[in-house]
Nanobody
């Protein structure tokens, strides 16, 4: 099993930046995908960004393209989400995830089996 522990997050003003971290432990497969999802109150959990550990391909939701960057430190088994030019609409609980999308989109919730505990990101305007 994979255990995911998140850190980072917090409150920032619109236009600011934050970086989220997600450290994986346990059985971490080299062909796993890792991803970031977010969920605002009353909203569905949506995929924000994903990265393939095998090959390094990245995927982004249209709403964050050009502003967010997902990256991975393979030595530390840690995935990051660098969030720049933050908007009020980015306010949500953010979760990291690991799994095997297969033929499914790497930004769909059903592609992932393991989840972090979540961390709050609040953007004020």
């Amino acid at each position: 099993q994979v255990r995911l522990v998140q850190s980072g997050g917090g409150s920032v003003q619109a236009g600011g930046s934050l970086r989220l971290s997600c450290a994986a432990s346990g059985i971490v497969y080299s062909n796993m995908f890792m991803a970031w999802f977010r969920q605002a109150p009353g909203k569905e959990r949506e995929g924000v960004a994903a990265v393939s550990r095998n090959g390094g391909s990245t995927y982004y939701a249209d709403s964050v393209k050009g502003r967010f960057t997902i990256s991975e430190d393979k030595l530390k088994n840690t995935v990051y989400l660098q969030m720049n030019s933050l908007k009020f609409e980015d306010t949500a609980m953010y979760y990291c995830a690991a799994g095997f999308p297969g033929s499914s989109s790497p930004l769909t919730r059903g592609s992932y089996n393991f989840w972090g505990q979540g961390t709050q990101v609040t953007v004020s305007s």
